[in-house]
Every structure is written in C-alpha cells, then in structure tokens.
C-alpha cells in the first residue's frame, strides 16, 4: 500500500535538477570548445589524424551528455561515463601522439590540468578512484615524454615525474574533497527539506498525512484520471473518553486507529484532518460490493478495544463515504459529500453510510449545520418539547421532561438533538438553548404536575455562574426550584469533578433534584453512584428495549432497579414503548417510568390534547 502519492517537487529532485544543468553547461561548453580548438590547430597547420579521432569521439560523448540532459533522461550515468571516457579519449590520444612522435614542449603542461578539468564535475568517489590513476599516468607520461626527447639524465627527468605525478594525484584527490564536502552538505540539506516536508504534511501525533497533504494526494488521483472513493470518519465518544481518562489517554488511542487505518486493504491514502476525524482514500479498483467490504472492514478494524496502561479503551466511529470522482473540480463536493454520509451514519448510529443523492443530497447543497444552527437559535427555529414522566405503579403523571426541537429547517433532513446538541456544545450555545427552551416552556405555564426535568451537559456546569442564572430565570418566572430536575450524564464526572459536585450541590441546596440520566451507557456507571450527589436514577432505554429478549436481559434490568432503590435513589426507567414493559419495570420495583406508552416528546405548542394513555 502506498500512503503517500506526494511530493513530486522534493529536494532531491531539486539536486537532481542541478545535476542536469551542469550536464547541460559541460554538453554545451564541450561542443563549442572541441571544433574551436580543431580549428585552431588546423589553421596553424598543427592538425593530425589522432586530433581528428579525439575530436570526433569527444563529440560523440558531449553530445550523448547533452541528449541526456536535454531529456532528463539518465543524466547522472550519462555525465559520469562521459565524463570518465573524454578522460580516457584524452589519454589515449595523448599516448598516442606521444608513440608517433607528435609532442612538443607543451604537451606536458596538457596532461597535467586538462584530465583533473575534465573530472572536476565527477562523483567523489569516482574521482578517489582516478587520483592514482591519474598520478599513474602522469608518471608514465614523463618517463615516455623524457625519453622521447631524449633527456640526458633519464633518471632525473623520472624524479621531476614523480614529482608532477604526486602533484597531479593531489589535485585529483583535492577535487575529489571539495566534491564530498559538496555532496555531505547537499546530503544534509536534502535530510533537513526531506524533515521539513515531512513535518509539513503529516499529522505528528498519528504520523498520518495532514489535511493539505490529503488533498495533494487526493489531486495526485484525480490526475491519474480514476474514479475513487473517500471515506470521512470520526470517532464517538472521543470526546468523553478524553475527559475521563486524559489526553494521553485520547493520544494512545488516536494513534493505535491510525496505525490499523493503514493496515486495512483497500486504503490508498491516510489522513488526520484535525482533532478525532480521519479521512482514507480507497484503492480505484474498489467499487460496488468490494467497496462496502472495505468500508466493513475499516469499521470492524477501528472499533475494537485499545490497550492502554492496563485499561481497554473502547470508542466508537462513523464512516461516510462517497465514490465517483472525475476531475479535481469535483473534489470538493466528493468531500462534502463523505462527510454528510458520515453524519447520517453517526446521527443513527448506523456504523457507516455511503452517500445517497435522495437522503442527503440537499443536506449537501446548504450551509454547514454550523450555521444553519446559530441562525436558527436567533431565529427562534429551536424550540421547547415535552416529554411526561408517570407513576410506575398509578401511571398518573408526575412531571415532563423537556428536549429540544429544531423545527423549520433550511436542511432536507431536520437534525435530532443527537445531532445538533453536539453543535450547540461545539459553539458555546448550549445554556442559550436551555435558557430558551426552559423560558418557552415557564411562559406557556398551566402544565399539571409542573415538575420540570432539563438535560445538562457537562460543559454547561463549567459556568460559574450557571446555577444563579437558573434560578434568577425561575425567579422571574416565580417557579421554585424544587419543581426542577437536572439530568446530568455521568460525563460531569471526567473532569473537574469537584467544582461540578460543588455547582450540582448548589443546585440541590436551591431545592432542585438531581437525576443520573443513561444509567447503564457509560464507562463507570457504578462508581458514579457513589461520587455525584443524586436523587434520582434514569435506566437508559436500551435496557428496557433489551428486556423480554432473555432472561439475562431481564436480571440486568431488574438489578439496576434494585441497586438504584438500595441506595434511596427514586428510579425512572427510560423506553417504556409497550403496556407488558410498564408491568413488569413495576413488578421489578421502579419508581417512574417514561416513553412512548406514556407519551412521545411533543413540541410545547402542540401538547394541549396529549397523553390520553396515562389516567
Ligand atoms: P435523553 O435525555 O435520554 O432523552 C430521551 C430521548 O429518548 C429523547 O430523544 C426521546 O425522544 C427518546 N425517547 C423517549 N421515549 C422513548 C421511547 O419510548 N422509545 C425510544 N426509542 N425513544 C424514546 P431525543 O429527544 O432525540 O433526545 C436525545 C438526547 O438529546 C436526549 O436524551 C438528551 O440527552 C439530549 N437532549 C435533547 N434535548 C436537549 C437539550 O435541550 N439540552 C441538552 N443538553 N440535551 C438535550
Ligand atoms: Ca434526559
Ligand atoms: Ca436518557
């Protein structure tokens, strides 16, 4: 699997570019030097047929040079081995022309610079290759060159060799430093743009490409004119899971998913695009039901347990994706398209979903849900719907629970609180909505009993002032605060649990009553009995749902209710759809029950003719 599709314009290749203007420069500069200097000697009448073959093969190898590096094509083995044979050509020329005869007093001066010339734009270790043989050479030369002109101390004329020979040996090797020192630095160099480009795209906690880099790649596709699809993933209950047990926590488990997102077959590309949402590229060949089988695999693969000091972390994640890309104008709604896949998978908890043109194809076309929100908040779009709570046993009502409503929606599909109470904590706008939903229904006035429980958010109670500002509200609405519950998760209890125990024992003193809301769905329902001061206990609806199922299902429900009971706490068990559920949760000890049966949540304006079931 290759992750990365990127970087065409990496360092290297910017060295490689330079090699190929010096490939160019030496081409060029040999093919004007070599005629010019035939020229000259043919116009001093100096021309014989070895200049004439050293010419000729010297053109054939710039020229070879040249090709390669006007084609970008082999440009390093073309310039070293050209350069290695003009040093051959030379040589060979000048044995040759020393064996006939053709030297005179300026020959020697030639084979002493024009070879440590020519390999002056050679590889280092090439170059530490030909230093002794150019020393050798050299030597050779003087000794032949000595006694073809016949030097009276032959031996003495052999020394001044040596001499010219180590001489000539040391500029080679000089070279050949200068070019290590050069090519260390442009080693260096390449390593720190290598790391900064590193740096540059990827994610330094999961190692995974950034957003940027993501796009590159997802270019990079496009280019190759295929048609792929994208996946967008975020992960559920991140966010808990960070306040519960910290960021190294979180960190531990973002990167373990990362690691297996790559592993999965099909993943063409990998991406962290900012806080717990991922985004894959799938293979091109994967299309139809290949396509769903990867998607089934990635979901299986990320949902299982993560090991982390001793603990097994556990988070959830919702896939959207989308396929059919033809160009990268496209690329933009393919991505916007996986991710409105991605929220229809998370809001019903489906796992995954791929997009589909009749179900999200106007979520598609609007504005983020982000801005729809706010505006619907000031709008007045958000509005205040009630829920009854009954008696267990008389199944008289004892009160209402009020949810929100997003009503008159600029999206195809109006978001469920599931959906949009994740947006409102994300904006800051959480007591907003309280505040309205909460005056809304204190105004309407007249609901018998006129017991109100409100769902709170853990960050809701960051606040300081948030308990005061309750009360100021149900003071002007002259409403005593012990007509109030507050529904807390046991979310309140990841973080700064003692200034929440501290605001929800305010609350209390105030005479509001405190209810654990879910019980059952979290990380450490138990513990958190014990820790929070409550009232009252909330058994989520899936165990209700569950129960009738088996009898284990059953023993569940009913020891929830019990404990609940032993610790003095009043239960309410949430889900209660049918009149066999309401029996036996009232056979099992509860308190209150809440659901369908009773009565679906009703928009505040419409709840005059409702909930004809409970007596
Ligand atoms: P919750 O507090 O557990 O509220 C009960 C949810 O269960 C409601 O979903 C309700 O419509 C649904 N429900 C009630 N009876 C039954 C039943 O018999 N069967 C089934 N299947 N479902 C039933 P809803 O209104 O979609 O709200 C979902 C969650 O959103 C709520 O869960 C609550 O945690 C949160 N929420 C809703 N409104 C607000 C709000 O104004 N502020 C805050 N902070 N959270 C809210
Ligand atoms: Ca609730
Ligand atoms: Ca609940």
Known sequence: ????????????????????????????????????????????????????????????????????????????????????????????????????????????????????????????????????????????????????????????????????????????????????????????????????????????????????????????????????????????????????????????????????????????????????????????????????????????????????????????????????????????????????????????QSGWASFSAELDGAALDTHSPEIEFRSALARGDLRAAIQPIADAATLELVGYEILSRWTQCGLRQTPEPNEFIPIAERLGLLNELLWITLDETLRSGGLTPNRLAVNISPAQLQAPDFVDCFINLLKARAVDPACITLEITEQVAYRNIESNVQMLEKARRAGMTIALDDFGTGYSSLSMLDRLPLDKVKIDKSFSQRSGLSDRSDSILHASIRLAKQLNLTCCVEGIETEEAARKVRLFGADEIQGYWIGRPVLLEDSRQLFKRAS
């Open 1 to 348: 699997m290759s992750i990365s599709l990127l970087n065409s314009e990496r360092p290297a290749g910017q060295l490689d570019l330079r090699l190929q203007r010096i490939a160019q420069r030496v081409g060029a500069a040999g093919l004007v030097i070599v005629p010019c200097v035939i020229g000259m000697n043919a116009s001093f009448g100096r021309i014989t047929w070895i200049d004439l073959f050293e010419a000729a093969a010297d053109i054939a190898v710039l020229s070879a040079i040249m090709i390669a590096a006007l084609r970008s094509h082999l440009v390093r083995p073309a310039l070293y081995s050209g350069l290695m044979l003009l040093f051959s050509i030379f040589w060979c020329a000048s044995f040759g022309e020393l064996h006939l005869g053709q030297v005179n007093a300026t020959s020697f001066p030639l084979v002493l610079f024009i070879p440590v010339f020519l390999s002056l734009a050679l590889d280092y270790r090439l170059l530490a290759a030909l230093a002794p043989v150019q020393a050798l050479l050299v030597f050779v030369y003087a000794h032949q060159y000595g006694a073809a002109f016949g030097a009276a101390d032959s031996a003495g004329f052999d020394s001044v060799g040596i001499v010219y020979a180590v001489l000539s040996g040391i500029m080679v090797s000089l070279v050949a430093i200068l070019a290590w020192i050069r090519q260390h630095s442009d080693d260096e160099l390449i390593r720190a743009l290598d790391e900064k480009d590193r740096l540059a795209s990827t994610d330094s906690l999961t190692g995974l490409m950034n957003r940027r880099a993501f796009m590159d790649s997802l270019n990079a596709l496009c280019a190759n004119d295929s048609t792929f699809a994208v996946a967008f993933l975020d992960l559920d209950r991140f966010k808990p899971l960070n306040d519960q047990f910290g960021h190294a926590a979180g960190d531990a488990v973002l990167r373990e998913l990362s690691n297996r997102l790559q592993q999965v077959a099909g993943v063409r590309a990998a991406a962290r695009l900012g806080g717990d949402e991922l985004a894959v590229a799938l293979d091109p060949c994967l299309s139809g039901a290949e396509l769903d089988q990867t998607i089934a695999s990635l979901h299986a693969g990320l949902t299982r347990q993560v090991e982390w000091e001793g603990k097994s972390l556990l988070v959830g994640v919702s896939i959207g994706y989308a396929t059919n890309v033809r160009d990268a104008q496209s690329l933009p709604t393919l991505l916007k398209a996986a991710d409105t896949a991605m929220r229809r998978a998370k809001a019903h």
